[in-house]
């Protein structure tokens, strides 16, 4: 798997859009995008994924560059529940191949 | 989204006993389920990938007769941590994704495991 960079904290006000980076530089055609989010003392949350197209749910939108070497996910209106620490990774879409993590991005929502 | 069930959710043993942990898929069938450890503020790292009716293959580094692993049908799998030390004492989390493989991976809620 492809590696990924995220910045190792962020802070967001409450109610304010978070905009949470990732640079994948190496990452192959074949790879997709996902983030993940863990919650303190619980197991990671599946958030969204993308190919190249951007991509929203009900949780967050994701946006992919052009050159698909960099991403950002954004969750649109974030409350203190969001605070967790957020994962990037990059894999293929099909098959068990195992989920490599990061160090990924603490966010915190300031009251 | 598929829902992915650990047990216990906390439990705490004596040094030199085994511990058991279990990892349900609810409602989809896993050929493959994924076991990781946490120590406190670091990231979650593969210790080995269950395989239903084969034997698990375990990351580099990993004891495999300490931490045994077992994947007896499409729904359940165990991590068995075998005569715990206080070093064990960690955040054990495992993941599955269905026999398609085309989904996303779902986690459990994680194991504490306290060994004192």
């Known amino acids: 798997d492809a590696k990924t960079t995220q910045p190792p904290s962020m802070d967001c006000a409450e109610g304010r859009a978070a905009n949470l980076p990732c640079n994948h530089s190496?990452?192959?055609?074949?790879?997709?995008v996902y983030w993940y989010r863990q919650i303190h003392s619980q197991g990671p949350q599946y958030i969204i994924h993308?190919?190249?197209n951007n991509e929203t749910n009900e949780m967050a939108s994701l946006i992919i560059t052009e050159d698909r070497k960099s991403s950002t996910l954004i969750l649109p209106h974030a409350t203190l529940r969001d605070t967790a620490v957020y994962y990037c990774i990059v894999r293929v879409r099909i098959g068990n191949e195992k989920l490599t993590f990061g160090t990924g991005t603490r966010l915190t929502i300031i009251p | 989204g598929a829902v992915v069930s650990q047990h216990p959710s906390r439990v705490i043993c004596k040094s030199g006993t085994s511990v058991k942990i279990e990892c349900r898929s609810l409602?989809?069938?896993?050929?493959?389920m994924f076991w990781y450890r946490q120590f406190p503020k670091k990231s979650l790292m593969l210790m080995a990938t269950s395989n239903e009716g084969s034997k698990a293959t375990y990351e580099q580094g990993v004891e495999k007769d300490k931490f045994l692993i077992n994947h007896a049908s499409l729904t359940l799998s165990t991590l068995t941590v075998t005569s715990a030390h206080p070093e064990d004492s960690s955040f054990y989390i495992c993941?599955?994704?269905?026999?398609?493989?085309?989904?996303?991976?779902?986690f459990g809620q994680g194991t504490r495991l306290t060994v004192v």
């Open positions: 993308g190919l190249k």
């Open positions: 409602d989809f069938q896993a050929t493959t």
């Open positions: 993941s599955a994704r269905d026999v398609t493989g085309n989904t996303e991976a779902f």
């Open positions: 190496t990452i192959s055609g074949n790879e997709y």
